[in-house]
């Protein structure tokens, strides 16, 4: 009975620092971080759905197809893709936050470590979170900036069909409702590498996440 208290006793001295490292202020925020991720997922999704509406609205728009309708249509849906875009803003400034809060917070509680072999595993582990991080990062920056410039053209096109819109301002406008459609489609594309490159991530952080 006494060598069982023992090894009782021994087993909860090895779990101790275990325990305590699961509720560490880096595993915290790791969750924290994938789940801001995840919304930003979903914020993508949403965002591909409505431009996708969008696209099947100027093509409407082009064919004659109930063209008054299709216009209605195509500004009821920018005006809810700019609003998505908007809360994407604000999510990617969230996940950027976390993982700088992160990244401290993990460098912090590994900065005691006397045995150089174990160092060097955990700062190799936080170097290749910081340069996943940093890909993904300009994956989004990039992403962005192309979202931009396609929004601003889709709101250009709004507001030359707002102030002069019939069937020869269409045919006029053909040239640009081709480009913003061609723009729809490899957003669309990036979009989805985007998401994919998310989800890598999500997986490498969530690795951190106590189950």
């Known amino acids: 009975m006494k060598h069982l208290a023992l090894t009782f006793a021994s087993a909860l001295a090895v779990l ?61 849906n920018l005006e809810d893709l700019k609003d998505i875009r908007s809360d994407i803003k604000d999510r990617a400034e969230k996940v950027r936050d976390l993982q700088g809060t992160r990244i401290a917070a ?38 962005g900036g192309d979202a931009n410039d396609l929004t601003a053209l ?4 709004k507001k030359y069909f707002d102030s002069s819109y019939s ?9 640009m409702i081709d480009k913003a459609r061609t723009g729809g489609r490899e957003m669309q594309k990036s979009v989805d590498a985007l998401r994919d490159t998310l989800y890598k991530n999500k997986k490498e952080v969530k690795g951190t996440v106590s189950q």
Not at 112 to 134: C, E, P, V, W
Not at 154 to 157: G, P, S, V
Not at 167 to 175: E, L
Request: no cysteine; charged share 35%; aromatic share 6%.
């Open 16 to 76: 101790a620092p275990w325990s305590q490292a699961q509720n560490s202020d880096s595993l915290n925020l790791a969750g924290d971080q994938a789940d801001s991720m995840n919304k930003l997922d979903d914020l993508a999704g949403r965002a591909q759905k409505r431009l996708e509406y969008i696209l099947t609205n100027l093509g409407d728009l082009q064919a004659g197809n109930n063209a008054k309708k299709a216009f209605d249509e195509f500004k009821d």
């Open 106 to 143: 993990w460098t912090k509680e590994v900065s005691g470590m006397n045995d150089k072999d174990m160092r060097k595993l955990t700062n190799d582990q936080l170097d290749q979170a910081k340069a996943d991080f940093d890909a993904l990062d300009k994956q989004m920056r990039e992403v």
């Open 154 to 157: 889709l709101d250009d096109l």
């Open 167 to 175: 069937a020869d301002s269409v045919k006029t406008a053909g040239p």
